[in-house]
């Protein structure tokens, strides 16, 4: 079936270490997202790319990294340098901008 | 930056209730979408409907938009347990691949 996978559904991190979440996508799609989930709240975006090799900032990039080197994977990057890790995290893509398409998640504890 | 606000943050209903969420943003929009999210769980695509549409249907769903009043309602009929969830607004900005997400409503339906 078609769909987006994120990996691992449940993550650890120890303090002052990066950490890797994978999205894959096998719906053909151009356009990626990484969004960040606080509790009771919306999506906050991080990172999105249109097409593969290039990605632009969301609204709270700081501490994050992202790269698209090929169209199905679109990894992000939590680094040291994000101060409040914590969350749970959900990609996204889609066809054309709207509507987007979601994975199950990845929540993230910093231990 | 929040640009969808959900009203009420919580809703509680019998089965069989009909259900109201409510929807503001505060720029203009090229659409505005509904997202459902199971505990735990990615986002799923209820229904888009574009600035210039003022009512869409799709199964027990019915959303109006209001742009004069920048608000949007999110109506479902006849209301079932599964229905259960947190419900999203999003609406787009001038790139259109940047979604704005409210912070939801909660809904539960009692069986």
């Known amino acids: 079936d078609g769909g987006i996978t994120q990996s691992p559904k449940y993550l650890f991190r120890k303090e002052g270490q990066n950490v890797t979440l994978s999205c894959e996508q096998n719906?053909?799609?151009?356009?990626m997202y990484w969004y960040r989930q606080d509790p009771g709240q919306g999506l906050r975006l991080i990172y999105y790319?249109?097409?593969?090799?290039?990605?632009q900032k969301g609204d709270i990039a700081e501490g994050y990294s992202v790269s698209r080197e090929k169209k199905e994977s679109f990894p992000l990057t939590v680094t040291s340098a994000q101060k409040n890790p914590t969350a749970f995290y959900l990609c996204a893509s889609s066809i054309e901008p709207q509507p987007q398409h979601f994975g199950d998640g990845t929540r993230l504890s910093i231990l | 930056s929040q640009q969808g606000e959900e009203d009420p943050q919580a809703l509680s209903i019998q089965e069989g209730e009909n259900a109201t969420m409510n929807c503001s943003y505060k720029?203009?929009?090229?659409?505005l979408q509904w997202y459902r999210q199971n505990s735990g769980r990615g986002l799923v695509h209820l229904i888009l409907i574009r600035s210039n549409e003022r009512e869409k249907h799709s199964g027990r769903l019915r959303v109006t938009l209001d742009t004069s009043k920048k608000s949007s309602s999110l109506l479902i009929t006849a209301s079932r347990a599964a229905d259960t969830a947190s419900y999203f607004c999003a609406t787009d900005e001038d790139s259109s691949y940047k979604l704005i997400f409210g912070s939801g409503t909660r809904l539960l339906v009692r069986p």
């Open positions: 719906l053909n799609h151009d356009a």
């Open positions: 790319s249109q097409i593969v090799n290039d990605f």
């Open positions: 720029t203009s929009i090229n659409n």
